[in-house]
């Protein structure tokens, strides 16, 4: 069994910051991609951000310049640094892994169930 945690919500005030984790653990052979996606009351899901195995990121234009994704690879760890938050980034974040639990396994994609962020203005 493979569980994420997403720790790190809570209320900011706009300008403000907050960084989100999100460990993996269970049975877990190698981790490819790992990312995060939001989504606000009303809408769909979207994606925020991801960083390959390797180490490149790739963000949402909307958050480009402000977030930051990182990983501890030791720690089957994901991380998402939130500087100078917005409203509009509220929303319910959630944290996904490709993962491969032992040899043989097929890669699949892993869902935390979620953090609540909540910036007021």
């Known amino acids: 069994q493979v569980q994420l945690v997403e720790s790190g919500g809570g209320l900011v005030q706009a300008g403000g910051s907050l960084r989100l984790s999100c460990p993996a653990s269970?049975?877990?052979?190698?981790?490819?991609?790992v990312g995060w996606y939001r989504q606000a009351p009303g809408k769909q899901r979207e994606f925020v951000a991801t960083?390959?195995?390797?180490?490149?990121?790739y963000y949402a234009e909307s958050v480009k310049g402000r977030f930051t994704i990182s990983r501890d690879n030791g720690k089957n760890t994901v991380y998402l640094q939130m500087n100078s938050l917005k409203p509009e980034d509220t929303g319910i974040y959630y944290c996904?892994?490709?993962?491969?639990?032992?040899?043989?396994?097929?890669?699949?994609?892993?869902w935390g169930q979620g953090t609540q962020v909540t910036v007021s203005s």
């Open positions: 269970g049975s877990i052979l190698s981790i490819n991609a």
């Open positions: 996904n892994a490709e993962i491969k639990r032992y040899w043989g396994d097929n890669q699949a994609p892993y």
């Open positions: 960083i390959t195995s390797g180490g490149s990121s």
